[in-house]
């Protein structure tokens, strides 16, 4: 069991549990929150985080919305951090422990924020944005079962390897571009020609869109459920679905999966949010359109959207299913789309969400009048910075 305590040891803790792994992060507010260079911090599981004395110390500050610092209002030592959108999970300050946890850090993380007088010279992997624990969703969907912590696997000889990241397709083409993102930008995370592992299963779209074309979205979770499975069985550590459409079945796969998944919309919400637009346009199947998908993500966001005119949707879906999913990319229908996304901005929308993830083999951000949010490779960038949080750590 570690122990810990702020300068004045007047808040005192215990970590009952596994600590997670330590990552380095260098964002501004970390900086200027701890007055360093960076923060070196660790997951934990809340119940496994113990608070044995000076509670009524503790005090809290909103840092960015919905993430609490929490630091000992007598000497002002920051303690720890959580998240609402990452329940069940404390980041400890390291330097608050009192002993040696027998772990060494693993990564750098917000490098393209650290300080300029400052140089990493350690070797660790680097992730220019992002915190990697940020971007998985929980476990399970009942609330007493948070997502455990750590974040990576180890190997027998204590070495951190890269989790494997499974692929459960729904479309080829949608499958294929998420999968060459995450082995070609793994090269800016690893180094070159390297990836995490990944393993995909596919069970043929047809057998999907009967399910879908049906409101059978109880069939459409079997079907996830058993890529779940199978991927599982290959060694996934977790699992993304590079199909927003069938995500209107999340909530009945995360709860009986045998590993976590990432969730397509909370990632673009994430990433809306953070990069300031307030209106977003929704494009995707009609399905997706007219689905719950996107719109409980974005208000949960507190993000406005709007969706096309219905003969507009109509023309997206079938530019979808009858070009994009079977690889033919046709001129006119990227000036359809474009005309779309235009009169999406007309109507006050600043950014558009490609919420269908063939969508960006056609719009691409020169091609559109309004910042993109493509959710194609917002997925594999998301599962690519969570795999790296276990990349190998020399010695």
Request: glycine residues 10%.
């Amino acid at each position: 069991m570690l122990t810990g305590s702020c300068l004045c040891r007047k808040v005192r803790f215990e970590i009952r549990g596994e600590l997670g792994s330590i990552i380095h992060c260098h964002c501004e507010s970390c900086r200027k929150a701890q007055g360093a260079a960076f923060v070196a911090n660790a997951p934990v599981a809340e119940n496994d985080f113990v608070v044995t004395s000076g509670a009524e110390l503790i005090a809290k500050y909103e840092s960015s919305p919905r993430k609490y610092r929490c630091f000992c209002r007598n000497c002002g030592s920051p303690v720890y951090s959580h998240r609402a959108s990452i329940p069940g999970t404390v980041r400890v300050r390291l330097g608050t422990l009192d002993g040696d946890p027998g772990l060494r850090p693993v990564l750098h993380s917000w490098v393209d924020e650290k300080a300029p007088w400052f140089e990493i010279t350690d070797g660790l992997p680097q992730l220019r944005t992002g915190d990697p624990e940020s971007l998985i969703a929980k476990s399970s969907g009942r609330e007493d079962q948070p997502l455990r912590t750590p974040f990576l696997a180890r190997s027998e000889g204590g070495g951190v390897m890269p989790q494997r990241i499974g692929i459960a397709a729904c479309s080829a083409e949608g499958a294929a571009l998420c999968f060459r993102t995450i082995c070609l930008e793994g090269e800016a995370l690893m180094r070159e020609h390297w990836h995490p592992e990944v393993m995909m299963h596919a069970h043929p779209l047809g057998q999907y869109m009967e399910h879908v074309g049906r409101g059978d979205w109880a069939g459409v979770a079997t079907l996830m459920l058993s890529s779940a499975e199978k991927l599982a069985a290959a060694g996934a550590d977790f699992i993304i679905c590079p199909d927003n459409t069938i995500h209107q079945a999340f909530d009945l796969v995360v709860g009986k999966s045998p590993r976590p998944w990432l969730h397509i919309a909370e990632i673009v919400a994430t990433e809306a949010k953070e990069g300031g637009y307030r209106r977003l346009g929704v494009l995707g199947t009609r399905f997706l359109m007219d689905g719950p998908v996107y719109p409980s993500r974005l208000e949960r966001a507190n993000l406005e959207y709007e969706l096309p005119e219905p003969f507009e949707r109509q023309r997206i879906d079938a530019i979808i299913f009858q070009e994009l999913v079977k690889g033919i990319l046709r001129t006119e229908s990227r000036v359809e789309v474009r005309a779309i996304i235009e009169r999406l901005g007309e109507k006050g929308c600043d950014a558009v969400i490609l919420g269908c993830t063939e969508l960006p083999l056609l719009i691409e951000q020169p091609d559109s009048p309004l910042p993109i949010l493509d959710s194609t490779r917002l997925l594999a960038r998301a599962a690519l910075r969570l795999a790296l949080t276990g990349t190998a750590v020399e010695g």
